[in-house]
């Protein structure tokens, strides 16, 4: 008899579903978490009289009662939408160019499409054409990808056998000529970490689809609320949790899960384990090389770790409408060349792009009345951040932060004056926190050839289940997702039905 049915490894979205979903099934279940806190990205913390949301700025596939996305559904079912709060936001982002481009998207196809005609009227007509092909590709990726119709073929679906795989950026260019048109249509590439030449048109399909169609959404409260909800859950179905407590190995017998060595040397026997670390860590150093099976390897091998971020959290002195912030989301580029802008996440000269999210304008109880609070995050790469000697680090992050913040300051004049409190993260901040290789928070980069839709991730030891961004993509939906899925596969192996 085993110690515990499942143990699952992390308490990021991923593993919370996961446990949460292994616990209502009836699994005696344990999570290990290292930290103190659960929630993984989706935490936050305290500096002054501030409560910082760490990573959410729009949560997709939410939906609304009356036309529920795929994640309400997944919460839903873990019995938290009655104590979680979630509030909608009116438009996609502002995109603003200094002194050549300012446009605001609304959260409304016909009102994105307007928007966009009234900017560029000379591509207007394929402004339309194109929201009309992304609406009639991704109908036909769900029909194919999602729902699996056994029919499928290339006449059935032509669209889907067309573009799912093609680079958005032949796209764009098939469809605009605008430059900054292409950008303003794609700004959301950086949610996904590659840009358009690398991203599938699927997944630039996908993210236009799903935040017009299902709204973008923030958590009262930020994530926090939602992680604590999620772990409620899992302990009021009798779920054991403990913080400060990783996993440091993975005992294997016969090639399947057998135990969990914790860092605190105590060895818990299990027949099914679910991780939530990253795949390199997990199989480098809790399986060890030498009993991962080739196939995942040869998996890994053919991979690349994602982009982490430098982030800004700030809290002002003084309300969103005194600095000119009249939207939650705000991309502010310093030029139109997205290309550039991904080799930029590989030095730390000059930000190229960066989203600057002002929480109070959804949620005027985001923070003290009278004040705000501001997340800017700029994609990038360890890389840069792991040369850096440790006698230079404090200095280079201040000269960056600064940097960063001269970008800020020439949409938002005055800014700089009403910093109240300030905090820097750079991808040595997410490797610390998180212990992904990179600090990459949304798992391995996610080329066309990565795509799930040609790589579904392969089950290579029997017992062993992922969760989170490293097993499917990066972002709060597809980790909350993967986790409710490794859960149910998790049930299934160990012969528990979920309920
Ligand atoms: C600054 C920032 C902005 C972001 N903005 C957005 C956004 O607007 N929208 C969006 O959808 N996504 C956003 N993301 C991405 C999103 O937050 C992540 O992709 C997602 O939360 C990852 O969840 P996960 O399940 O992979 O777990 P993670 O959050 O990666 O958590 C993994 C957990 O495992 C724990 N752990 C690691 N090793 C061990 C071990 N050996 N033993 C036990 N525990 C261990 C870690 O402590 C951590 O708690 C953002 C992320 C950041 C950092």
Known sequence: ??????????????GLTAAATLAKGGAKTLLLERHNVPGGCATSFCRGRFEFEVALHQLSGMGDEKFPGPLRSVLHGLDVLDRVEFIPMKNLYRLVIPGRLDIMLPADRNGTVEALQKRFPAESAKIREFYDLVYAFFNQLISVFYLRDPEASREKYPLYFKYALASSQEILDEY???P???LT?????GYMGVPPRFLTFSDLAALIFAYIEFKPYHIRNGSQALSNALIETFMNNGGEVRFNCG????????????E???DRGERLTTGCVVSNISTPVMYNELIGIESTPKEKYEEMRGSTIGPSSFTLYIGMDCTPAELGIGETTNFIAAHEDMDRAFTQMRDIDEPAMILVSCYNVSDPGASPDGTCQIAVVDLQYAEPWLAVPPSLY???K???ASKVLDLVERVFPGFRKHIEEIEVATPLTHIRYLGHPGGAFYGFDQYAKDSRLVNPPVQSIAGLFHAGSWAAEGGFQPSLTSGSSAGRAALKHIGKRGR
Do not use: H, P, Q
């Open 1 to 14: 008899m085993s110690d515990f049915d499942a143990i699952v490894i992390g308490a990021g979205n991923g």
């Open 176 to 178: 605009f000529t605008d």
């Open 180 to 182: 900054l048109l292409k």
């Open 185 to 189: 249509v794609a700004a959301y590439w």
């Open 247 to 258: 996993a440091a190995k993975i005992g294997l017998r016969d090639g399947a899960v057998a």
């Open 260 to 262: 969990v060595v914790t």
């Open 394 to 396: 404090a200095s280079e």
């Open 398 to 400: 201040y000269r960056y």
